[in-house]
DNA sequence: TAGGTGACGGACC
DNA sequence: CGGTCCGCCACCT
């Protein structure tokens, strides 16, 4: 499902739970994306949580910056302590309409 | 077997 | 805005 994610645009952990029909599992998402070799083939770094915000931790070891990094060569805005402009970039999976999953809101 | 621990999220203050 | 508390659930001591 991540990887369905286009370019320059944004998932929440929630949103994937959802998505697969995991309710509420957001964690597990996490969890998911927490243990992936790197580097991935899958976008992975267009996951964020639903404050908005790159979860800035040591535990990391280092992959939060990697992640900011690789936002940024997207084109999305991120602070140094991980806030960005998730209304603007997130992405809405539209299942009926087969063009590109939709523009950049302005 | 029993606690502790999150790449989370919602309710509150 | 920021910060805390709590429910959550699969791993990991």
Redesign the pocket.
């Known amino acids: 499902m991540v990887a369905q994610i286009p370019p320059g645009r944004l998932a ?4 994937i739970a959802e998505l697969i029909g995991a309710w ?8 998911a ?4 070799p ?1 580097p991935a083939t899958i976008p ?2 267009r ?5 908005g915000r790159i ?1 800035m ?1 040591p ?2 070891e280092g ?2 910056w990697i ?1 900011r990094q690789l936002l940024l060569a997207e084109g999305i805005p991120v602070q140094a ?1 991980g ?1 960005l402009p998730l209304a603007r970039y997130r992405w809405r999976p539209d299942a009926s309409c087969g063009e590109s999953s939709g523009d950049v809101a302005s």
């Open positions: 929440t952990y929630g949103q509420g599992c957001a964690r597990q998402v996490g969890w994306l927490r243990r992936l790197l992975w770094q996951v964020v949580n639903g404050r979860a931790t535990s990391r992959s939060d992640q302590d806030r």
